[in-house]
């Protein structure tokens, strides 16, 4: 059986044409709205499909709009698409004395969700959040309910996609995640790869968040709107590796993550994006 080429990731950009309206949702590191903002985004193909603009329109409330141009013709290297469009770009190297974060985004139909998580500098604590919800301009395509612990018990099976920074060939994983209750504050999370024994770990529920305390990077998992989740360090501890990852409830049996994994030198190794149903 043939299979298609692999699309370059200038035609993986492409699949993000479009004016997408929607809103930035600001939250504290533990899930509160600080602030949303209206927005407008247009990705403009140009000069045929060789270049884009890209244009970004805030509208903050009691204030002018706010406008940002942005005109290019090529992608760094630390941002990668995948096939359906879904991509993250972020920092390629984590260093006690810089800025840390990503953006992770996902795109199904008229609809897309973008999570950017920001860390101090100083305390390398998880500082913030931003929640960006869109939809395209003329669509009307419903937000997806806020996810919900109960949304997440069960078995999920999937495929999982991996690039790699050093630019060696994509590699397809199997994967199984399993997630059960064992009390009204207490989740059990398993994750099963082929070849490999299975990943536990007990995580402590508190409202929204899912705290998972016992490895070498303590981890949190927030519970958002439109069928969302963002998972990351409280706190970066050096020479330990780490991950970002975000997550989105396409419907109630499908679900997507992507994972930004970084080396115990901080260097940013992978980007993987995990498409899984729950059986």
Known sequence: MSTSPPTSQWQRLLKNVGTWQGSFTQLSAQGEVISNMPTEVALISQADDQAMRQEIHRYPPGQDKQSTILEYRSLNRATVFFENGAFSQGSIQ?????????????????????????????????????????????????????????????????????????????????????????????????????????????????????????????VQVLLLPDGASATCPKRIIPRQPLFLEAGWLIDSHTRQRMIRSYDTSGAWLSLTLVTEHKI
């Open 94 to 218: 984590w260093g006690p004395f810089s800025e840390f974060g990503a953006e992770l985004g996902f795109i199904a139909g008229s609809r897309r969700l973008r999570i950017v998580q920001l860390f101090a500098q100083a305390s390398h604590e998880f500082k913030q959040l931003t929640l960006i919800r869109e939809q395209l301009k003329g669509t009307d395509t419903p937000e997806k309910p806020p996810l919900t612990l109960n949304d997440l018990i069960g078995t999920w099976q999937g495929e999982a996609l991996t690039q790699y920074a050093d630019l060696r060939p994509q590699t397809t994983q199997a994967t199984q995640l399993s997630i059960e209750i064992l009390s009204a504050n207490q989740i059990r999370q398993t994750i099963q790869l082929p070849n490999l024994p299975p990943i536990t770990s007990i995580g402590s529920v508190a409202g929204q968040v899912i705290s998972f305390d016992g490895g070498s990077q303590p």
